[in-house]
C-alpha cells in the first residue's frame, strides 16, 4: 500500500444486466504508474468496467488482479481503490476536512496523522484553508476537488475517475484538466479514467482503450489510436475522417494500389487479407487534406468546389465537392489561403497520411 | 445538498400583499377553530367551578393546585411513560423494518407500507377489542403458552401498561417508519459506494453515512409518535382497565362525566405544556447536532 504503484490487470470480464451484457468479456492491462482511459459512447459499459474494478458490481465472468493480489472476490472495503463519483457522492453532513479523512479514519490512522495528511491533500488540489467548510457551501468545481482530495488521502493503489469532468461548465473543465495533468505527474497513482470525451481523454492519457458495446475495440497511445485505427468505429469516433471505399489492385511489398471512383489511386499499407479485386476501405483525416486554389492545381490533383465552410476560431473546416464524394478538409485559420463558399479548389493529400482500416 | 437556498428562491414567496388573501380563510379558520377554544379553556380553568357552574366572577389557582395530588401525579407520569416507551419501542424498530423496507422492490414496498397501514382502517374501539381477545387472560396468546407448557399461570398482558403499549405501538409505529423510510429512499446510493471504496464495512456506512443523513426524519417522526401515544384514548381506556388511566382518559372523565371544566380545562392545559416540552426538548436535539448539523 502507498508503495510502488500497482497495475490492473482484468482478464475476460463479463458483466450482464438481465438480457444487457454491459460488459463482454473485457481484457485490459494497465501498466504501474500508468494514466489509462477508457473511452467510448454512452452505454458502452465505461461505468459498469469502473463498478467491477472497485467491487461495486460482482462480475460473471474474468478475473481482476491489482498488483499481486487476485481481488476478483475480494470486499469494496479491501481493496484501496479510490473512486471519483461522477457526481462527486460527497457525504453532505460531514465538512471537507472530515470528507477527506473519512478514509484515513476507516484505516484506523492515529488522529494526530490525520490532520496533516488532510492538510496536505487540500493542498494537492488547491484548497488549502477549505477543510472547515460543508460541501453545499462549494461550487460544482470545488465539490470536484474534495472528491479528488478523498481519494487520494488514501494513497490508493488505483485511482478511477469516473467521467470526473463532465458535471462542470467548458472553462471550469479546461481548468481541471489541466490541474489533472499536473496532479498526474505529482503523484504517480496508478489512475484509470472513463470519458466519452475525446479531448480528455487524449490530453491526459498514457495510453487508451476504446470501448463500444462492451467489448475493447483497441487499445494504444493516443497517436497509435488517431493514426492506425483498427477499425472504421474507432477512426470515426476520434473525429471526423474522409472515408473511402475502393477497390484494391495490385499488392507488392505489403504496399497496395487501390483505386477509388472520382480519385486519384493510391498506394497504402496493405492489410492482411486483402486481395487484388477486393473492396478496401481508406482514412485520411481532415487537417491533412491540402486545399490550394484550382488555378494553382498540380499533377493529378482534383478539382472540386467549396459548398460547405464553418469557422472554429482557430481553425476552419471545409467541405469539398470533388469527384461526386464530400471531402472534409481542416486547415488553420490563417489570413492567407483562406477560401469562400462556392470557391473552385483542388484537393491533394500524401499518401503516406492515408490510413487502411478494417470494415 | 444546494437546492436549500435555491429551492428558497425559486418558491418564489414574498410574505406581503396579495399573499395574505389567500393566507386569510384559513388563518382566520385555525383562530376560530383551535385557538380560541384553546383560550377559553385555559380562562375556564383560572375559574372555581361551583354546584351552579363555572364562576366567571372570581379568579382561582386551585384547579392547578389539586394537579398536585399524588393521583394525578401518579396518571402524569404512566401517560408519560407509556408514551415513551412506545416512541422507544418505534425507534429501535425504525431503523430494521426501514431499511428492509427501502431495499424492497416498487410492489413489496407498496404492500409493506398497506399492511403497516392496515391499524387504521380499523376504528380503535373494534380494535381495541379484538386485542382483549388475544391479549386476556383466556385469550390466544395466554392459551397459546399455556398449551405449549410455557407458562403455568396467564402473563397479564392487559388492563395494565403493556396492554396500553401493545394496543398503540402497531398504529403508532407508522409515523415514525414513514419519515424514516422517505428519507432512506432519498439518500444517494453512491455515498454508501463511496464509504465502502474509503473502507467501510457495511454497519460503518450505517453508523456514519446512513444514521446521521437520515435521523432528523426519525426524530421528526418520533416527536409525531409521541403527541399521539399523549393524546390516545380509546385504546388506552379499553386496555389499561379502571386502574391504569392515563390522562387523556381523566380529562374526559372530568369533562364529560364529572361535568368540571375547570379542572378539566387545568388538565388540558397540564397536558399540552408537558407535550409540548417534549416536544421542544426534542427539537433542541435535532437542532443541537445530533442530526449532524444539517442546513
Ligand atoms: N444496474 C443496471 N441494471 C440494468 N442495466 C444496467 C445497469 N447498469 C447499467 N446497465 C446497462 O448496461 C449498459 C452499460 O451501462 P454503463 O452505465 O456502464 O454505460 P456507460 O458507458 O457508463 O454510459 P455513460 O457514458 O452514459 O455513463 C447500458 O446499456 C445500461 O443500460
Ligand atoms: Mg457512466
Known amino acids: ?359 | 445538498m444546494i437546492s436549500g437556498a435555491a429551492g428558497r428562491s425559486a418558491l418564489g414567496i414574498r410574505l406581503g400583499g396579495s399573499v395574505w388573501l389567500f393566507l386569510g380563510p384559513a388563518l382566520l379558520l385555525m383562530l376560530a377553530a383551535y385557538l380560541a377554544p384553546l383560550f377559553d379553556t385555559t380562562i375556564v380553568s383560572l375559574h372555581p367551578n361551583r354546584p351552579t357552574g363555572i364562576d366567571r366572577d372570581s379568579w382561582t389557582i386551585a384547579n392547578y393546585l389539586r394537579l398536585l395530588d399524588t393521583y394525578y401525579g401518579e396518571v402524569l407520569l404512566r401517560t408519560l411513560r407509556v408514551s415513551l416507551l412506545i416512541t422507544l419501542f418505534s425507534v429501535l424498530l425504525a431503523y430494521p423494518v426501514g431499511v428492509w423496507l427501502a431495499g424492497l422492490g416498487p410492489r413489496g414496498q407498496a404492500w409493506a407500507i398497506l399492511v403497516y397501514m392496515s391499524p387504521w382502517f380499523v376504528n380503535a374501539v373494534v380494535k381495541s377489542f379484538g386485542w382483549t381477545l388475544i391479549l386476556g387472560n383466556r385469550g390466544l396468546v395466554n392459551r397459546g403458552l399455556q398449551s405449549l407448557g410455557l407458562i403455568d399461570s396467564p402473563l397479564r398482558l392487559m388492563l395494565n401498561e403493556t396492554g396500553i403499549v401493545i394496543g398503540l405501538l402497531p398504529g403508532h409505529f407508522l409515523f415514525v417508519l414513514l419519515p424514516l423510510w422517505a428519507a432512506l429512499k432519498g439518500l444517494d446510493g453512491n455515498l454508501r459506494w463511496a464509504a465502502m471504496t474509503l473502507g467501510a464495512r457495511p454497519w460503518q456506512v450505517f453508523l456514519r453515512v446512513t444514521v446521521p443523513l437520515t435521523l432528523p426524519a426519525l426524530l421528526a417522526g418520533a416527536i409525531i409518535n409521541f403527541t399521539m401515544n399523549m393524546a390516545a384514548f380509546a385504546a388506552p381506556a379499553l386496555l389499561g382497565g379502571t386502574r391504569t388511566r392515563v390522562l387523556s382518559f381523566i380529562a374526559y372523565q372530568v369533562n364529560l362525566e364529572e361535568l368540571n371544566w375547570p379542572f378539566g380545562g387545568a388538565l388540558a392545559v397540564a397536558m399540552l405544556v408537558v407535550t409540548l416540552g417534549f416536544v421542544m426538548v426534542a427539537q433542541g436535539l435535532t437542532r443541537g447536532g445530533l442530526g449532524g448539523g444539517r442546513r
Open chain 1, 1 to 359: 500500500m502507498g508503495g510502488a504503484p500497482a497495475g490492473l490487470e482484468a482478464r475476460s470480464l463479463v458483466k450482464r444486466f438481465g438480457a444487457t451484457t454491459a460488459v463482454d468479456g473485457i481484457d485490459i492491462a494497465v501498466r504501474p504508474g500508468e494514466f489509462f482511459t477508457v473511452l467510448g459512447p454512452s452505454g458502452c459499459g465505461k461505468t459498469t468496467f469502473l463498478r467491477l474494478v472497485a467491487g461495486i458490481l460482482a462480475p460473471d465472468g474474468g478475473s481482476i488482479r491489482i498488483g499481486a493480489a487476485d481481488l476478483t472476490q475480494a470486499p469494496i472495503w479491501a481493496r484501496n481503490i479510490g473512486l471519483v463519483f461522477q457526481n462527486y457522492a460527497l457525504f453532505p453532513h460531514m465538512t471537507v476536512a472530515q470528507n477527506v479523512g473519512f478514509g484515513l479514519a476507516m484505516r484506523r490512522v492515529p488522529r494526530a496523522d490525520r490532520g496533516p495528511r488532510i492538510a496536505r491533500a487540500l493542498e494537492t488540489v488547491r484548497l488549502d484553508g477549505y477543510g472547515g467548510r460543508r460541501p453545499s457551501e462549494l461550487s460544482g468545481g470545488q465539490q470536484q476537488r474534495v472528491a479528488l482530495a478523498r481519494a487520494i488521502v488514501i494513497e490508493p493503489d488505483l485511482l478511477l475517475l469516473d467521467e470526473p469532468l463532465s458535471n462542470l461548465d467548458a472553462r471550469l473543465r479546461e481548468d481541471m484538466r489541466s490541474e489533472l495533468a499536473d496532479l498526474k505527474h505529482r503523484l504517480g497513482i496508478t489512475t484509470i479514467l472513463v470519458t466519452h470525451d475525446i479531448h480528455e481523454a487524449f490530453s491526459l492519457s498514457d495510453r487508451v482503450a476504446v470501448m463500444r458495446a462492451g467489448r475493447v475495440e483497441q487499445v494504444g497511445a493516443p497517436t497509435e489510436l488517431y493514426e492506425l485505427p483498427a477499425n472504421r468505429f474507432v477512426a470515426g469516433f476520434l473525429g471526423p475522417v474522409n472515408e473511402w471505399t475502393g477497390r484494391v489492385g495490385a499488392i507488392a511489398d505489403g504496399t497496395a494500389e487501390v483505386e477509388f471512383a472520382g480519385l486519384r489511386s493510391c498506394r497504402v499499407p496493405a492489410l492482411a487479407g486483402w486481395r487484388g479485386g477486393d473492396e478496401a476501405t481508406v482514412i485520411l483525416r481532415p487537417e491533412r487534406l491540402g486545399l490550394t486554389a484550382a488555378s494553382a492545381a498540380g499533377e493529378g490533383a482534383v478539382v472540386g468546389r467549396i459548398d460547405q465552410v464553418a469557422h472554429l476560431g482557430n481553425l476552419v473546416n471545409y467541405r469539398v465537392a470533388a469527384g461526386g464524394r464530400a471531402l472534409l478538409a481542416q486547415a488553420p485559420a490563417g489570413r492567407t489561403g483562406r477560401f469562400a463558399l462556392g470557391d473552385r479548389v483542388a484537393v491533394a493529400w500524401d499518401d503516406a497520411d492515408l490510413a487502411p482500416v478494417a470494415p
